[in-house]
T-cell receptor
Framework: AQSVTQLGSHVSVSEGALVLLRCNYSSSVPPYLFWYVQYPNQGLQLLLKYTSAATLVKGINGFEAEFKKSETSFHLTKPSAHMSDAAEYFCAVSEAGNTPLVFGKGTRLSVIA | DAGVIQSPRHEVTEMGQEVTLRCKLISGHNSLFWYRQTMMRGLELLIYFNNNVPIDDSGMPEDRFSAKMPNASFSTLKIQPSEPRDSAVYFC???????????FGSGTRLTVV
């Protein structure tokens, strides 16, 4: 069965610092991987997705993620944090895109001025 | 495009009462997913439909929960009778079958007292 583990339920960074949110997956077949962001009292919004094309994926708001098969990882990064990036971030996996998304428990990102 | 529309946004009900949550899909989307979000368990898939047909309802907690798609653009999730442990945020999401990444609604926050 597919699963996702997000390391760290809460990450705090200073404004302008690097953002790194960690995600490791488990899948018996080539995975499709996603990052979503959730702002307070809102639904989830797709940030970026990996669907077996380029391993470095660029998304909205300056975020990107790199698929590393050898490490079974799909970490989310942003070079410089902005106050508006404070939110909950979810990593999700789907087996070859044919199954519903399975989400990690989420990582809350705080940005300190 | 109005996006995925859920109603009500908030629902407070007494234990034992029937609760109905509603979801309107994005026009042209033919896959519909119901998720439940709690602090303890994160985002859990309850049920999903393709072309109005339920594909997997193994995530529905028990017989008190039921979901329908009376037409291609609308779905309901019903809980009867409701219990305090059903308190959560319920999201629906829609997509085009086979595409990657869902569009989420803003959720319904259910409180059962």
């Amino acid at each position: 069965a597919q699963s996702v583990t997000q390391l760290g339920s809460h990450v705090s960074v200073s404004e302008g610092a690097l953002v790194l949110l960690r995600c490791n997956y488990s899948s018996s077949v080539p995975p499709y991987l996603f990052w979503y962001v959730q702002y307070p009292n809102q639904g989830l919004q797709l940030l970026l997705k990996y669907t077996s094309a380029a391993t470095l994926v660029k998304g909205i708001n300056g975020f990107e993620a790199e698929f590393k098969k050898s490490e079974t990882s799909f970490h989310l990064t942003k070079p410089s944090a902005h106050m508006s990036d404070a939110a909950e971030y979810f990593c999700a996996v789907s087996e070859a895109g044919n199954t519903p998304l399975v989400f990690g428990k989420g990582t809350r990102l705080s940005v300190i001025a | 495009d109005a996006g995925v529309i859920q109603s009500p946004r908030h629902e407070v009900t007494e234990m034992g009462q029937e609760v109905t949550l509603r979801c309107k899909l994005i026009s042209g989307h033919n896959s519909l997913f119901w998720y439940r979000q709690t602090m303890m368990r994160g985002l859990e898939l309850l049920i999903y439909f393709n072309n109005n047909v339920p594909i997997d309802d193994s995530g529905m907690p028990e017989d008190r929960f039921s979901a329908k798609m009376p037409n291609a653009s609308f779905s309901t999730l019903k809980i009867q009778p409701s219990e305090p442990r059903d308190s959560a945020v319920y999201f629906c999401a829609s997509s085009i079958q086979g595409s990657y990444g869902y569009t989420f609604g803003s959720g319904t926050r259910l409180t059962v007292v």
